[in-house]
Nanobody, 120 residues
């Protein structure tokens, strides 16, 4: 079992920056593909960024060049650095941990989320 706790959300002006953190307990994050997802009011949840156990990263086109995902395995924490924030980035951001076991079972864990509001 993995417990994920996000932090770092808040209110920021357009053009500002925030860094979200996702701290894990119960297992080693190094074994998991980690992802950040977001859901805005009235919209479906969307993938923001992922980082594999081998540190390969991927970002949604809407955040490329502005957001960076990284991980610190020693701290069992994943980060999302968000720069040049826009109003349309306003959403609840959730952390996800996923891996497939040797027998083919997919383990999938979610945090509770942290609110990011971009507004002047």
């Amino acid at each position: 079992q993995v417990q994920l706790v996000e932090s770092g959300g808040g209110l920021v002006q357009p053009g500002g920056s925030l860094r979200l953190s996702c701290a894990a307990s119960g297992s080693f994050l190094s074994r998991y593909t980690m992802g950040w997802y977001r859901q805005a009011p009235g919209k479906q949840r969307e993938l923001v960024a992922t980082i594999t156990s081998g540190d390969t990263t991927n970002c949604a086109d809407s955040v490329k060049g502005r957001f960076t995902i990284s991980r610190d395995n020693a701290k069992n924490t994943v980060y999302l650095q968000m720069n040049s924030l826009k109003a349309e980035d306003t959403a609840v951001y959730c952390c996800n941990a996923r891996r497939t076991t040797i027998i083919g079972t997919t383990l999938d864990y979610w945090g509770q989320g942290t609110q990011v509001t971009v507004s002047s």
